[in-house]
């Protein structure tokens, strides 16, 4: 790997970094939503993977480092995975502790990060001997992992009932494109209903904006007031190991380790359950918050990281929540990648050390330094200066784009139902992972389906 190249890595490592410590600041600002489509773009533009790779992983890190800000100023999460921690830092906030809520969350993250980078890499090395067993039987994998998340869903029997109508529609779709020669029979429709899903329930929220009689029943807001105290000013770098406690340190450690390992599960239910049974025990609610919000953020940083790099680096399929949300373009983005020749079959494991290294530290060098010292001056800066909505309208026009570059003008109305349907499904309790494991095993449903 030459110096001009590693050099291009460091370049988008510090812009993703910069760019995601502004958007993953964003209430709202799902990872999925706001990662995915970038990262698809910098693949279809035909940069070097090892490129797209330190971008990608330059920005989920600092997106989950940041998103400590909302959290603990507003308690507004800025994605679905900050949720959970959003109740344990309004306690911490209660106790005029915001400032303490944004280091041992950023803190938190930053332990996750160093747990789940080696382990990772270990883990994705001992799976490579099985990697060809596990690719000949990805599509019935696929639909197991949709049952296993439905199971894990709080909402288990629509999860479940929905599978099979989901798989339908997708596969209908495809057939129907086929049949009247929308796109030839050797090309499968994937990106654009893949991102359908992802900005699902916003469509179907704009659709409902065209009822009029929806639309009044709709609450009405002022303009927000948003009350942030003064913080402790950082003069020097801050140190997570001196943030937070033996205790703190100790947990998120152990969290980090069954993250990385469980990186097939959601990884939200997993910094829910596992974030609130290591601090149960606790009784005085500010150490019990304090111990949940740093073991929670750690959970939730080594499952995003092991879930995009033990997929990616040992079996070349999206075989996590992770590697099928926000990462499934380093996966599946045709024409220039596709299950059959991506990152996994171009790029060497010294690549992907070299890749994660760079995005890695950049990401927290500059996010976990900028999140603790100027945590009020993002936060004010993003609720004054840049709507939910507008980051929302890009990306659907940026679906709306890809749509027609998939499919044409029918497959811009085929996404915009496969939208509809997929915002009713999450509304209705269905969560994310259900929805695109069906999209990837629908073809397998659907012929097992038929031979019945």
């Not at 003064?230 to 001196?242: G, R, S, W």
């Not at 001056?377 to 939910?388: A, D, M, S």
């Not at 909505?389 to 496969?418: H, P, Q, R, T, Y």
Request: overall charge positive; hydrophobic content about 55%.
């Amino acid at each position: 790997m030459d110096f001009i190249l590693i050099l291009q890595m460091v370049i988008a490592a510090i812009i993703a970094a910069v760019m995601y410590t502004v958007i993953g600041a964003a209430p709202g600002a799902d990872e999925t939503a706001t990662i995915a489509p970038i990262t698809l773009v910098l693949v279809l533009s035909g940069l070097d993977p090892a490129i797209i790779l330190a971008f990608f992983i330059s920005a989920i890190i600092a997106c989950k480092l940041i998103d400590s800000v909302p959290v603990s100023i507003a308690g507004i999460p800025a994605g679905v995975m900050s949720t959970p921690m959003v109740e344990h830092a309004m306690v911490l906030k209660k106790n005029g502790l915001t400032d303490t809520s944004i280091r041992k969350i950023a803190s938190g993250a930053i332990i996750g990060t160093i747990v789940s980078i080696p382990v990772s890499l270990f883990l994705a090395q001992a799976l490579i001997p099985f990697a060809k067993i596990i690719e000949k039987y990805g599509d019935p994998v696929f639909f197991v992992g949709a049952i296993l998340l439905a199971l894990m869903s709080k909402k288990k029997l629509i999860a479940i009932v929905s599978i099979l109508p989901f798989a339908l529609l997708i596969q209908g779709l495809r057939y129907m494109y086929w049949g009247v020669g929308t796109v030839p029979e050797d090309t499968n429709v994937f990106i654009s209903f893949f991102l359908g899903i992802t900005i699902g329930p916003v469509i179907l929220t704009l659709f409902e904006l065209l009822n009029k009689d929806r639309r009044d029943k709709f609450e009405r807001y002022d303009k927000k007031s948003i009350h942030m105290k003064n913080t402790e000013k950082i003069k020097k770098f801050p140190n997570p190991f001196k943030i937070l406690t033996k205790k703190e340190i100790g947990y998120s450690i152990l969290s980090s380790l069954i993250g990385s390992v469980t990186f097939i599960l959601s990884p939200v239910g997993l910094t829910t359950f596992f974030g609130e049974l290591f601090s149960s025990r606790t009784k005085d609610e500010v150490e019990k918050a304090s111990l949940a919000v740093s073991t929670m953020e750690s959970l939730a940083q080594s499952t995003y990281i092991s879930g995009a790099l033990i997929p990616l680096i040992a079996l070349g399929i999206p075989l996590s929540p992770v590697a099928i949300g926000p990462g499934n373009p380093l996966f599946n983005a045709p024409p220039v990648f596709t299950l059959d020749n991506n990152m996994h079959h171009l790029l060497t494991t010294s690549d992907f050390i070299l890749a994660t290294l760079i995005g890695a530290i950049i990401a927290c060098g500059f996010t976990f330094y900028i999140a603790v010292k100027y945590s009020r001056e993002i936060c004010r800066f993003v609720f004054k200066k840049i709507p939910h909505e507008a980051l929302l309208g890009l990306f659907f026009s940026l679906v709306l784009l890809l749509a027609f570059i998939d499919g044409g003008i029918v497959n811009i109305f085929g996404v915009l139902l496969i939208g509809i349907v997929s915002g009713l499904f999450y509304r209705l309790g269905v969560s994310y992972g259900v929805l695109f494991m069906t999209l990837y095993s629908a073809p397998w449903i659907i012929k097992a389906l038929s031979a019945l």
